[in-house]
């Protein structure tokens, strides 16, 4: 497996400020977030305070920011990250789609807004799971829910059911193009809470229970309390100094996710500090090799 020197995750603002500074430097990254970058961005009607491009529509500074990386040569690989490990020497990244290692890793992926269920991290590992691909191998000859929040993550469900009996798919989203002899799509149902029975993981709604080996809950991304093991965390939000480091060597966090204000401008500012930052860490490791 390759291993990089820094791995970058999240496409936003702070995600492609500091892929561009390392990339400057020089360094082997591998960007990991959605090709069409931050869905915020996207949203925007008109951005006032960053520098140089006044009143400017989220959709032209999207544009921008793509023609910028392009000109470095920068790729986006479309992976969502489902936890990252400190391995002690270098860190583990796993992904929906593979797996990653690096010497340093740079938290760039944007504010959580999702709210958790009731008993979602309670049954953490005792049947809820967030990466249908990646434990699809256990469920053969098992059922399995899947509480899906985009079309994306058909694909995912479709690979499931490729291993398990029976996959019941409930879409927090309109359309759905998922097939499968053996997937039922549930639409309409309200999640109220997950609860561990005898028989196995139960999902509770408003007006249905649905009982399997286990349930996915798919989401854009991972909560930062549960993304990297013994990272500190306050208020969800990742606890940095002023270096952009974290509490864990080698991994630094920027942008929204380490808390207000939440503005492209200091995002990308916070993106640039944590790539100076790996650069200084990735140095000084050499120092400490060589010595």
Do not use: W
Not at 69 to 87: C, H, L, P, Q
Not at 133 to 155: F, N, R, W
Request: with cysteine.
């Amino acid at each position: 497996m390759e291993r990089y020197d820094v791995i970058i995750i999240g496409t936003g603002p702070a995600g492609i400020s500091a892929a561009i500074t390392l990339k400057m430097r020089r360094k082997n990254i591998l960007l990991l977030g959605p090709r069409s970058l931050s869905h915020k961005i996207e949203k925007a009607q008109k951005i006032d305070n960053y520098p140089g491009l006044p009143g400017i529509s989220g959709e032209d500074m999207q544009k921008k920011f793509l023609a910028h990386i392009r000109s470095m040569d920068i790729e986006i690989t479309e992976d969502k990250v489902n936890a990252v490990y400190s391995m002690g020497e270098y860190f583990a990244v796993q992904g929906h789609k593979s797996s990653y290692e690096a010497d340093a890793v740079i938290l760039a992926a944007g504010m959580y807004v999702a709210k958790p269920y009731d008993g979602e991290q309670e049954n953490l590992g005792r049947g809820v799971s967030y990466c249908a691909t990646c434990d699809a191998a256990l469920y053969k000859g098992k059922s399995a829910i899947v509480i899906a929040h985009s079309q994306e993550d058909e694909s995912e469900a479709e690979f499931l059911a490729q291993r398990a009996e029976n996959v019941y798919y409930i879409p927090m989203y309109e359309e759905t193009g998922i097939s499968g002899d053996n997937i039922e799509v549930v639409k309409g149902l309200v999640a109220e809470r997950i609860e561990k029975r005898d028989a196995g993981i139960c999902l509770i709604t408003d007006n249905r229970e649905i009982t399997a080996d286990g349930i996915f809950i798919l989401r854009e991304q991972v909560a930062p309390s549960r993304l990297v093991p013994g990272m500190e965390v306050s208020d969800g939000h990742v606890n940095v100094d002023r270096q952009a480091a974290t509490n864990i060597k080698g991994l630094f966090a920027c942008g929204d996710i380490t808390g207000p204000p939440y503005q492209y401008v200091k995002a990308a500012g916070e993106g640039n500090v944590a790539a100076l930052s790996a650069v200084r860490f990735l140095a000084q490791r050499m120092c400490n090799v060589k010595r």
